[in-house]
């Protein structure tokens, strides 16, 4: 599969294609602008965020520009958090095939967005009704008209599209190993030693708090950690890591310090760290760092 991906901050941009390469082999990506009057390249799938493309709530004109952009190709869309007027667009209509993702989302939830999305590629939506189909405002003090007949729906996390559903020809993925923070913390709780790995119980403890943060090991290098976007960056190799993991005493002089989102996005830039899938970090740690379970 080949997917389009615009509209997306750099760092989102970068760990889309971390989690594309580890979670989905064979498919492939590239980045493509956005702006008004924009065009974008033939492709399988298109990941756009709808807040990007000017598209922040449905219009009927916002409707007609999306289609437009899409040209008939399922798209996997990126809602706001605080807006529910495109939910109510149906999955399937005028021809188009939309999944609906809302933000934040994690790489679960992306990755059965794709899944789903990949079902629709080579079949044609059933046509469900007319891009001008909208219902007048109920009255003062409606925002928005809605589309005609459809009500709200409730957002969801899109479930993952079962394998028989696959496109013919495309090879089950095989999911990338990965650990949950629930499933690191569990991993920490059933060890023996309780005075050991400091550093692994910090980096638990922050995770529970479920703000980004920065540990600085040097200072030239660090880790930056986003709980709830389910990413990580760093410049320090893994086998640094390691040893400050196994020595109570290197990981005394570590620093752990809270940041906002918008300054752990200004430092993951600033310093070229390309971002990765939290779970896939938390997995190589501990099998980098803890004997295996029996």
């Not at 021809?95 to 609906?100: A, P, R």
């Not at 891009?131 to 003090?141: E, F, I, N, R, Y």
């Not at 599209?161 to 569990?186: M, N």
């Not at 200072?219 to 930056?224: E, K, P, R």
Request: charged share 15%; glycine share 8%.
């Amino acid at each position: 599969m080949n997917v389009a991906v615009t509209g997306l901050a750099p760092h989102n941009e970068a760990a889309f294609g971390v989690f594309l390469s580890r979670s989905m082999p064979g498919w492939s990506w590239r980045s493509v602008p956005t702006g008004a009057g924009a065009v974008l390249p033939a492709a399988d799938i298109y990941v756009a965020d709808m807040v990007s493309l000017g598209l922040p709530r449905w219009s009927q004109q916002g409707q007609a520009e999306l289609f437009r952009l899409l040209r008939g190709r399922p798209g996997v869309l990126l809602l706001p958090s605080t807006d529910a007027t495109w939910a109510a667009v149906d999955t399937q209509v005028a021809g188009h095939s939309l999944v609906w993702l809302p933000k934040p989302y994690g790489t679960r939830e992306m990755g059965a967005a794709l899944q789903k999305a990949a079902t629709y590629v080579g079949r044609p939506a059933p046509r469900q009704g007319k891009t001008s189909d909208v219902q007048a405002p109920a009255g003062p003090g409606t925002a928005e008209p809605t589309p005609a007949g459809l009500a709200p729906v409730s957002r969801a996390p899109v479930s993952p599209a079962p394998t028989s559903a696959a496109p013919a020809g495309a090879a089950p993925v095989d999911p990338a190993p990965s650990l949950s923070v629930q499933e690191f913390q569990a991993r920490l709780a059933a060890l023996p030693e309780v005075t050991g790995y400091l550093f692994l119980r910090q980096l638990s403890a922050m995770l529970t708090e479920n703000d980004p943060f920065e540990v600085r090991f040097t200072v030239l290098n660090s880790l930056i950690v986003h709980p709830a976007g389910e990413w990580i960056a760093t410049n320090t190799p893994m086998p640094v890591i390691k040893r400050i993991c196994q020595s109570n005493a290197l990981a005394s002089a570590v620093s752990v310090r809270k940041i906002d989102a918008s300054q752990a996005e200004q430092r993951v830039q600033r310093l070229g760290m390309p971002p990765q899938e939290l779970d896939a970090f938390l997995h190589d740690l501990v099998a980098a760092t803890l004997a295996p379970q029996p």
